[in-house]
């Protein structure tokens, strides 16, 4: 075989990490035929032979042996008195079978061929790594980080495949940097430019529930369904979860003993806060039940506006409401119900423990009040912000931000 090699090395083609043996020899094959059409205007008469484990190739050509004279077409007959320079043996109407070399297409033409050869394979690659992971969207992916930039981050899978993680799809706690493991979900696949762009999140529901599906062995068999998820991602996360087998707490075998199998997951998500609830059909239990932690009085449900009024006692109001106003809000997405909350008529006068604050006031700073004996809301509101501020150790506008918590409460 020539010492001219079409490719260098075969290695460098077989193992395409995304393309199989047959696809590659398929290519091959035809970038062989091209340049025999364009050497002899037809292949039809050739045979190109590949060996799969080394990447040898072998090119015959068959020709029709023909009386001196009657020949038409060289490219598939040849003169008996031409082939009897080849081969005496030769008689006419005979099959003349001829090798043909590498060098005979000159070398241009093999480096032209090369090249085309590899943008093929690089082609091909592309395809199967964007119909790969089209077919994947959904599922948890591991990979290492490569490059961290401002808005994205580069991360590759096992196989070196490129995955980009938009700063958006991060967590607000997350901090990468070069050689961590990531895990995520393959959120979209687009072919841009005719290269996959794969992008994957760390935000989305689906992420949440594959970290389940790992941890919880019963909702990977089906025993339990995650019936909706919703997401602030990095602060707080609530699970709807039903079981089809009534010896099976749902709930119970989502957190586990002593939380095991829930801390897992807090600990991906930077920890989040995740409540997982009974899913029920009883439009009023299960805002109840997602309204969690707070404990409800009574609930009055508008089904034609998806509109439901909560009234709790006013040490339960801010637990309702969550720090930042996340529980609501989640509470509000997970029922598809709008909710609003109000305190309990006649309860107006009522005092409320700062302790119940605590989702929106920082731990030391009511430490700092009760320092002082300010142990209620209305004990602290009683004392002007000069007060304050002469008596504690806090800014004036931080005790202006307690002030205005303490107020909305009464309000």
């Given at each position: 075989m020539s010492n001219i090699n079409l490719i260098d090395s075969f290695q460098e083609f077989k193992d395409f990490k995304n393309i199989d043996r047959p696809t590659v020899i398929s290519v091959l094959e035809e970038v062989f035929r091209s340049m025999l059409r364009k050497k002899y205007g037809t292949d039809e008469n050739c045979d190109v032979i590949v060996n799969p484990d080394n990447g040898d190739l072998e090119i015959?050509?068959?020709?029709?042996?023909?009386?001196?004279?009657?020949?038409?077409?060289?490219?598939?007959?040849?003169?008996?008195?031409?082939?009897?320079?080849?081969?005496?043996?030769?008689?006419?109407?005979?099959?003349?079978?001829?090798?043909?070399?590498?060098?005979?297409?000159?070398?241009?033409?093999?480096?032209?061929?090369?090249?085309?050869?590899?943008?093929?394979?690089?082609?091909?690659?592309?395809?199967?790594?964007?119909?790969?992971?089209?077919?994947?969207?959904?599922?948890?992916?591991?990979?290492?980080?490569?490059?961290?930039?401002?808005?994205?981050?580069?991360?590759?899978?096992?196989?070196?495949?490129?995955?980009?993680?938009?700063?958006?799809?991060?967590?607000?706690?997350?901090?990468?940097?070069?050689?961590?493991?990531?895990?995520?979900?393959?959120?979209?696949?687009?072919?841009?430019?005719?290269?996959?762009?794969?992008?994957?999140?760390?935000?989305a529901p689906e992420f949440l529930q594959r970290l389940f599906e790992i941890e919880v062995p019963e909702i990977f068999d089906g025993l339990i369904t995650i019936k909706k998820i919703v997401r602030e991602p990095g602060e707080r996360a609530k699970v709807a979860v039903e079981s089809y087998d009534d010896r099976i707490d749902p709930v119970g075998a989502c957190v586990g003993m002593k939380g095991s199998r829930i801390h897992g997951i807090v600990r991906e998500l930077k920890n989040e806060n995740i409540d997982v609830i009974n899913f029920t059909n009883n439009v009023s239990l299960y805002i109840q039940r997602a309204l969690s932690p707070a404990k409800i009085t009574s609930i009055k449900l508008d089904d034609v506006t998806k509109h439901a009024s909560v009234y709790l006692k006013p040490d339960q109001v801010s637990l309702a409401i969550g720090r930042g106003g996340h529980n609501i809000k989640l509470a509000g997405k997970l029922t598809g119900y709008e909710i609003d909350v109000y305190r309990e008529a006649g309860e107006e006068d009522e005092d409320v423990d700062i302790e119940e604050f605590s989702d929106e006031i920082d731990s030391w700073i009511i430490d700092e009040l009760k320092a002082i004996g300010c142990d209620t809301a209305k004990s602290v509101l009683a004392l002007s912000v000069d007060e304050l501020v002469k008596r504690t150790d806090l800014e004036e506008e931080t005790i202006k931000e307690v002030i205005s918590i303490l107020k909305s409460e009464f309000e």
């Open positions: 015959w050509r068959t020709r029709k042996v023909m009386e001196d004279g009657f020949s038409e077409d060289d490219d598939l007959e040849i003169e008996l008195a031409e082939v009897k320079l080849l081969d005496p043996d030769m008689e006419v109407g005979d099959d003349y079978i001829e090798q043909i070399t590498l060098e005979s297409f000159g070398r241009r033409a093999i480096l032209a061929a090369r090249q085309t050869l590899v943008s093929k394979v690089l082609e091909l690659e592309k395809d199967e790594i964007f119909k790969k992971y089209k077919d994947r969207v959904g599922e948890i992916v591991t990979g290492e980080v490569y490059q961290v930039w401002k808005k994205e981050t580069l991360i590759l899978d096992d196989e070196g495949n490129e995955l980009l993680m938009p700063k958006t799809e991060q967590i607000p706690a997350d901090y990468f940097k070069k050689g961590d493991s990531v895990r995520a979900v393959i959120s979209k696949v687009d072919m841009l430019n005719a290269t996959p762009k794969i992008i994957i999140s760390r935000i």
